[in-house]
């Protein structure tokens, strides 16, 4: 099943990856956000943790993609979407009890962003909001049945059929904050 019901589980499996995730940044003004559908309390989801870390642009991306490199990650570019820089774990690394048992999403983005502040509209909108998050979650559900389950035609479809649901809840919460 490609879409799980919501568990409290996957803010627990945040915590520990972000806390797995600082070590190498305790000295530098990052900070660790739990985005994406698994960060909305009683959205059903992929149960498949999305995180963003964010640094100031004081920081150099160097400094972060070098820190990353340490703990295992390799640096795959920003996967067409500008201002989100994606990593992912190295195959060939000795296995991290943490960064290797919980599946994740690790991007990186400045804190002026435009992909930050979409995601973070969106996961603070769909928080409060109980109507939009079911009908998030109805689209998901639906959209998981029309792909057979398969995660790779469910995104393609997720990106073309959700995409204007995205935006105007993204549209809502600007307008709520005055932005």
């Keep these: 099943m490609l879409i799980h019901a919501y568990t409290p589980q996957w803010q627990k499996d945040f915590e520990r990856l972000k806390q797995a995730l600082q070590m190498p940044f305790a000295d530098l003004p990052v900070v660790i956000e739990h985005v994406g559908s698994t960060a909305v309390p009683g959205l059903a989801a992929k149960p498949i943790i999305d995180i963003d870390i964010v640094y100031s642009v004081e920081i150099l991306f160097g400094e972060i993609k070098n820190r990353l490199a340490q703990l295992g990650y390799y640096h795959n570019g920003d996967q067409g979407i500008k201002g989100r820089e994606a990593f992912k774990r190295l195959p060939d690394i000795s296995k991290h009890?943490?960064?290797?048992?919980?599946?994740?999403?690790?991007?990186?983005?400045?804190?002026?962003?435009?992909?930050l502040h979409r995601h973070l509209l969106f996961r603070d909108?769909?928080?409060?909001?109980?109507?939009?998050?079911?009908?998030?979650?109805?689209?998901?559900?639906?959209?998981?049945?029309?792909?057979?389950?398969?995660?790779?035609?469910?995104?393609?479809?997720?990106?073309?059929?959700?995409?204007a649901f995205i935006d105007g809840v993204i549209d809502k919460a600007r307008k709520e904050r005055g932005i």
Excluded: F, M
Excluded at 97 to 115: A, F, K, Q, S
């Design 97 to 115: 009890t943490i960064l290797d048992t919980i599946r994740h999403h690790l991007y990186v983005c400045p804190e002026d962003g435009i992909e």
């Design 125 to 163: 909108y769909l928080r409060k909001d109980p109507e939009s998050r079911k009908q998030y979650e109805q689209i998901k559900t639906r959209i998981a049945i029309q792909a057979n389950q398969d995660k790779t035609v469910y995104a393609e479809i997720k990106e073309q059929e959700a995409r």
